[in-house]
């Protein structure tokens, strides 16, 4: 979807209804568990749109829905991507993901920590630690599970902002997909001085295994 987009700071893209699935290793690597929509720093992209629109308010996401899906291989070894969607660097007043269902991530990876939390949608820890996160709105985030937690959405850094979301945790192939340990839905690192800021989410299935998290 952005892999051969040449992005500026302050672009928007508009992405027309439909099923995407990644293509592009992010960070680095061979691991094709790696494959995900990055977001880069100050984009905005925006799901919902027929392909007819001239201005973005004319865009319906309910009605055209625009689908990130993480379920990228299809043949015997059938790997998902272990973060659907990846943030490392963000700031909620410029960078923005609005409009798209986000589903079938699966952050499993036995040894690297990173890779097994946010199987959903990654929000990394940066080095200095950010005071800032993306912008998350109007999306619906589904059968997407960790290994450890924050299968829909985990944010290790930064104040991230979440309006108009709807978390449905119950996956449609349990013995695939499989709860983690806590914030089966939703969960802020800890440790740091970072908040998520939730308005207006809904919250449906699954909890990890320790509460305290949704």
């Known amino acids: ?46 799901g919902g749109f027929l392909g007819t629109e001239i201005d973005r308010t004319e865009r319906n996401p309910e009605a055209n829905e625009t ?5 990228f291989d299809q043949t015997i070894t059938n790997r998902d991507s272990y973060h659907v969607v990846y943030f490392d660097a963000a700031d909620h007043t410029t960078t923005k993901l609005s409009g798209f269902t986000i589903r079938n991530g699966r952050a499993d990876h036995l040894t690297d920590p990173t890779d097994s939390y946010g ?38 850094d930064g104040q991230t902002w979440v309006a108009n979301c709807r978390f449905g945790v119950q996956p449609s192939d349990p013995g695939k997909h499989r709860p983690g340990r806590c914030g089966a839905g939703a969960e802020q690192g800890a440790g740091h001085a970072h908040e998520l800021r939730l308005l207006l989410q809904r919250v449906c299935g699954r909890r990890g295994r320790h509460r305290g998290k949704q």
Not at 67 to 71: N, Q, V, Y
């Open 67 to 71: 689908i990130l899906d993480g379920d």
């Open 119 to 156: 199987g959903g949608i990654l929000m990394k820890r940066t080095s200095p630690i950010s005071t800032s996160g993306p912008s998350l709105d109007r999306l619906k985030i589904q059968n997407n599970t960790p290994r450890l937690g924050g299968g829909g959405l985990y944010c290790a």
């Open 1 to 46: 979807m952005l892999g051969n987009v040449n992005l500026a700071a302050g672009d928007d893209v508009w992405v027309a209804q439909g099923t995407y699935k990644p293509s592009v290793i992010y960070p680095s690597g061979a691991d094709s568990g790696r494959k995900t929509f990055h977001i880069p720093k100050d984009i905005g992209v925006y």
